[in-house]
């Protein structure tokens, strides 16, 4: 209720602008404002112990910043990020637009974050004793060919914090990112990746699940090519997925052409059978986080009954607001009662 009441002032700001705002008031407590509600349902998925299955998507809080606030919200798991090796600005401003009509939300941000070390030193602050999972990528600056190098930057750095390290090779918003989810580009990273994962699991004797993060617009045939990579060099889970670059029902409207990836309402059916495709080429081996498109509890218990282990949201709490959490946690529940 309260956030129904805010969200016509907030609306009425720029994006960008009520994004900064958010993360301001979440790291003075505006969380606790926010009854969770009933909120337990726990699962076990790639050795982690989840209070609940619906998790907060990367992007929102890029930099650890609002790690406790968000812990409030009644979230089962965080994730952080997407974090570079070195801190970057990001795309020209502005780069974030909003498309209410639609309940979607387009943004070229570009991995504006303050670096590895920035966020390392504010997740250790934060004492955060919950699931959490950093996501990591490459500085725009990279050669696509030399991307690895970031990616075992990062890794190394966060490893000792991190719940679960999630590599994403999917925005379309860092030229070139793309193509590491096909082919030799694929085969390189992942076994490099998990040559150090095994490294310093080892070292620190315990195990930190490493996670491919892809884009939703993925064919049903990439999807299989994919998954055998995934399984063969022994990934412990996908999240499916991204934004994606087509513009389902918003062409026509404000904002609808803006460059970058498009999130919220419209990204549902392709978000949903993206999950289908990748969820059947696994076959059961591999655990998949569904995201995109959840703007209701059905839309989680969606994800659920299509084969998604967990679920992220983002634009949803932008239009919904933190109510979205327990409704997404108890409609997963509940369709997941009715199967068993």
Request: hydrophobic fraction near 40%; glycine fraction near 12%.
């Given at each position: ?14 994006e960008e602008a009520v ?21 337990s349902y726990p699962v ?297």
């Amino acid at each position: 209720m309260l956030y129904q009441i805010a969200r016509p002032l907030l609306f009425s700001l720029p994006e960008e602008a009520v994004h900064e705002l958010t993360l301001a008031l979440l790291r003075k407590g505006l969380g606790k404002l926010y009854p969770t509600g009933t909120l337990s349902y726990p699962v076990e998925v790639m050795g982690l112990k989840f209070p609940n299955p619906v998790g907060l998507a990367a992007g929102l809080d890029k930099n650890g910043d609002c790690i406790n606030g968000l812990a409030a919200l009644g979230f089962g798991f965080l994730e952080v990020g997407t974090v570079t090796p070195r801190p970057q600005q990001g795309n020209p401003k502005p780069r974030m637009f909003r498309i209410p009509a639609a309940s979607a939300l387009i943004n070229r941000m570009g991995f504006n974050n303050h670096g590895v070390e920035y966020l390392v030193d504010a997740v250790s602050r934060s004492r955060f004793d919950g699931v959490l999972g950093i996501n990591i990528g490459k500085n725009a600056s990279t050669p696509v060919e030399q991307a690895v190098d970031d990616y075992l930057y990062c890794l190394d750095r966060v490893h000792g914090l991190a719940s679960y390290v999630v590599v994403n090779v999917s925005s379309p918003n860092t030229p070139g990112l793309r193509t590491l989810q096909h082919g030799a580009a694929l085969e390189e990273l992942l076994a490099t990746l998990r040559e150090r994962q095994t490294q310093l699991d080892q070292r620190a004797g315990r195990r930190v699940p490493l996670v491919i993060k892809i884009a939703p617009d993925n064919d049903a045939e990439a999807m299989a090519l994919m998954a055998d990579a995934f399984v063969q060099h022994g990934i412990d889970g996908i999240t499916v997925g991204n934004t994606t670059v087509t513009r389902p029902q918003v062409e026509s409207l404000p904002h609808g052409n803006e460059a970058g990836g498009l999130s919220g309402q419209p990204l549902k059916p392709l978000a949903d059978q993206a999950l289908v495709n990748m969820v059947g080429a696994l076959g059961g081996r591999i655990p998949v986080i569904g995201v995109g498109g959840i703007l209701t509890g059905e839309d989680a218990a969606d994800k659920q009954r299509a084969g998604a282990a967990l679920v992220q949201l983002y634009t949803g709490l932008i239009y919904r607001g933190p109510s979205l959490v327990a409704e997404a946690a108890n409609a997963w529940a509940k369709a997941a009662r009715s199967q068993q």
